[in-house]
């Protein structure tokens, strides 16, 4: 039997995901290359594990049961990847959008006067763990909540303004700060799986009429350039993902969004404590104390 960990992630993907599209978007992989895996896994095993539709993607009986299996399996080449990396001396920090945005290189000036010998690295996951469950993150900074994975532990670090994002020759662009009704007469972009956005940021006002779902990012953006859509997004996302033909501005009667580091909680980095305190510090306005 040829098993691999690419199968098993792809079904994990796939299962999380809903489709092979979405699945592939989040691992980055083609969709072609999605089904190979797939396709491969499951003559591996002598069993169809997924219910393919037009629409939908679902797991059959068997399926069911391979998953929590699978998942195990991935978790402890996770913990073995990050066991591998705390013997050579770094923190990895995963993000999906946006890392800290402004406080970004700030956090990284104040943790290397700190701790010289271990290097502070950010690194880029599309997932909703922001790449602690592939292992290539140690902490991850998240924008939504993970209450519902006991695997992980989070601690709130700061809160950030929401930005809308706006074509630069959309009449709203030549505004200032813009209103959430604002943004609702035209279709807006929402990432389900990692975005910070969801129809219900406009209740009690009318939401959006037209929903664009994108996958990551870069597709957000490109949408939003082309005058296809608006979108809604973290003051980070503002910082950290300047484009052409996309300006930012501010939304004055959204809600913060609150920001996270998290972590896994039966294995904690050495260092988290002192990564909390700092991190803290750097969201923390001027001359007010941090929790």
């Given at each position: 039997m040829?098993?691999?960990?690419?199968?098993?992630?792809?079904?994990?993907?796939?299962?999380?995901?809903?489709t092979?599209?979405?699945?592939a978007?989040a691992?980055g992989v083609?969709?072609?290359s999605?089904?190979r895996?797939?396709?491969?896994?499951?003559?591996?095993?002598?069993?169809?594990?997924?219910?393919?539709?037009?629409?939908?993607?679902?797991?059959?009986?068997a399926?069911?049961?391979?998953?929590?299996a699978?998942?195990?399996?991935?978790?402890?080449?996770?913990?073995?990847?990050?066991a591998?990396?705390e013997?050579?001396?770094?923190?990895?920090?995963?993000?999906?959008?946006?890392?800290?945005?402004r406080?970004?290189?700030?956090?990284?000036?104040?943790?290397?006067a700190?701790?010289?010998?271990?290097p502070?690295?950010?690194?880029?996951?599309?997932?909703?763990?922001a790449g602690?469950?592939?292992?290539?993150?140690?902490?991850?900074?998240i924008?939504?909540?993970?209450?519902?994975?006991?695997?992980?532990?989070?601690?709130?670090?700061?809160?950030?303004?929401?930005?809308?994002?706006?074509?630069?020759?959309?009449?709203?662009?030549?505004?200032?700060?813009v209103?959430?009704?604002?943004?609702?007469?035209?279709?807006?972009?929402?990432?389900?799986?990692?975005?910070?956005?969801?129809?219900?940021?406009?209740?009690?006002?009318?939401a959006?009429?037209?929903?664009?779902?994108?996958?990551?990012?870069?597709?957000?953006?490109?949408?939003?350039?082309?005058?296809?859509?608006?979108?809604?997004?973290?003051?980070?996302?503002?910082h950290?993902?300047?484009r052409?033909?996309v300006?930012?501005?501010?939304?004055?009667?959204?809600?913060?969004?609150?920001?996270?580091?998290?972590w896994?909680?039966?294995?904690?980095?050495?260092?988290?404590?002192?990564l909390?305190?700092?991190?803290?510090?750097?969201?923390?306005?001027p001359?007010?104390?941090?929790?």
């Open positions: 040829d098993l691999q960990l690419r199968q098993l992630q792809m079904l994990v993907a796939v299962a999380d995901a809903g092979f599209t979405d699945a978007s691992v083609s969709q072609a999605v089904s895996s797939i396709a491969a896994l499951e003559s591996n095993l002598g069993v169809r594990l997924l219910q393919r539709t037009t629409r939908h993607v679902s797991l059959t009986a399926g069911a049961k391979v998953l929590p699978a998942r195990r399996v991935l978790d402890e080449v996770a913990h073995l990847r990050r591998l990396t013997d050579a001396g770094e923190m990895r920090v995963g993000y999906n959008w946006a890392a800290l945005g406080h970004t290189r700030r956090l990284q000036r104040t943790w290397a700190a701790h010289p010998a271990v502070l690295v950010f690194v880029q996951s599309n997932t909703v763990t602690l469950s592939e292992g290539i993150a140690d902490v991850a900074v924008r939504r909540p993970l209450d519902d994975d006991p695997r992980f532990a989070t601690a709130l670090i700061g809160a950030e303004r929401r930005f809308a994002a706006i074509a630069t020759d959309n009449a709203l662009a030549r505004r200032r700060q209103r959430m009704a604002d943004l609702a007469r035209y279709p807006v972009a929402i990432d389900a799986r990692t975005g910070t956005t969801t129809p219900a940021l406009w209740h009690p006002g009318p959006p009429a037209t929903i664009r779902h994108t996958h990551g990012v870069d597709e957000w953006l490109t949408l939003i350039a082309a005058g296809q859509a608006v979108g809604v997004t973290s003051e980070a996302t503002a950290q993902n300047p052409p033909g300006a930012y501005r501010a939304v004055r009667d959204a809600p913060l969004i609150p920001v996270w580091l998290a896994w909680s039966d294995t904690p980095p050495a260092v988290l404590p002192e909390l305190t700092l991190t803290r510090e750097t969201y923390a306005p001359g007010r104390p941090h929790d």
